[in-house]
């Protein structure tokens, strides 16, 4: 059994962290100046030359390097990392309760349109009355 890594597909990874910026092949095709269909040709390529690799990596917001060492393991890592970070922090002791009732809100929201209704009735009465 073979211990050796499949070598990085630089156009798979392109296309991964663009995914994950919520962006389309358009979008980035436009911002490089490109067709989509050549956007879809280097997301097909393992490997891209390095001046293209540094227009897409500007074009997305990244570094070639977070480009060529991306992978979904990273990805999670990051996440659970950084959502650890976020629960250990003064954040997650912060108090986040309301400041007033919620109920207050809603009764005074219904008082509102029981009024605006009343009104309403008011006007059309005064209408039919005018008639």
């Known amino acids: 059994?073979?211990?050796?890594?499949?070598?990085?597909?630089?156009?798979?990874?392109?296309?991964?962290?663009?995914?994950?910026?919520?962006?389309?092949?358009?979008?980035?095709?436009?911002?490089?100046?490109?067709?989509?269909?050549?956007?879809?040709?280097i997301e097909n390529s393992e490997n891209i030359d390095e001046t293209k690799l540094v227009e897409v990596a500007k074009a997305l917001g990244v570094t070639t390097e977070a480009i060529k060492s991306f992978s979904e393991e990273n990805m999670i890592n990051f996440f659970n990392t950084f959502n650890d970070t976020v629960n250990n922090s003064h954040f997650a002791s912060t108090n986040h309760n309301c400041t007033f009732n919620p109920l207050d809100k809603v009764i005074e929201l219904y008082e509102r349109l029981i009024q605006a209704e009343k009104e309403k009735v008011e006007y059309l009465e005064n209408i039919i009355k005018g008639k």
């Open 1 to 41: 059994m073979s211990t050796l890594s499949r070598p990085k597909h630089i156009g798979r990874n392109i296309s991964r962290i663009r995914e994950l910026r919520d962006m389309k092949q358009e979008a980035l095709a436009q911002a490089l100046g490109i067709s989509q269909q050549m956007v879809s040709n």
